[in-house]
């Protein structure tokens, strides 16, 4: 079974009860679903913003204890430099958070899972779906 990195908009949907996406990962299966630490990250700072801040915290502590947290791995940091030099030529930058989602993605050989769309499906070979539709 293929694995999933949930994109912190997917996983953010996902923890407010969206459920075509809570109907997609528990048919992935929980085992085969992740996040990247730029997305915990992303999730921390949303929750120590929020007006809710040990509610949040404590559901992102959950969370954690049912997924993995995918830190980085080997080839990341190359094909981070390529890929992010080759958007930069042609006029498509896109953000450094977005970027090492992605890239710790792809390395990985998962597919990335957004409703940001537009935002990744310029990066070649990147695998992406849409939970949301």
């Known amino acids: 079974m293929?694995?999933?990195v949930l994109d912190t908009d997917t996983c953010i949907y996902w923890l407010k009860g969206d459920k075509k996406v809570e109907g997609k990962v528990l048919e992935a299966g929980?085992?085969?679903i992740s996040i990247t630490v730029i997305t915990e990250c992303e999730l921390f700072y949303g929750a120590f913003?929020?007006?809710k801040v040990e509610k949040n915290l404590k559901?992102?502590?959950d969370l954690s204890k049912k997924i993995k947290i995918v830190q980085t791995m080997d080839g990341v940091s190359r094909i981070y430099g390529k890929i992010?030099?080759?958007l930069e030529r042609r006029g498509q930058i896109l953000d450094d958070a977005n970027l090492l989602i992605a890239c710790?993605?792809?390395?990985g050989d998962n597919t990335?899972?957004?409703n940001n769309i537009d935002h990744f499906k310029r990066i070649p070979g990147l695998a992406i779906e849409n939970w949301r539709k």
């Not at 710790?104 to 390395?107: M, S, Y």
């Open 30 to 32: 929980l085992d085969n």
């Open 84 to 86: 992010k030099a080759d």
């Open 2 to 4: 293929p694995g999933y």
């Open 104 to 107: 710790i993605t792809l390395v």
């Open 49 to 51: 913003k929020s007006s």
């Open 112 to 114: 990335l899972v957004t």
């Open 59 to 61: 559901v992102i502590t």
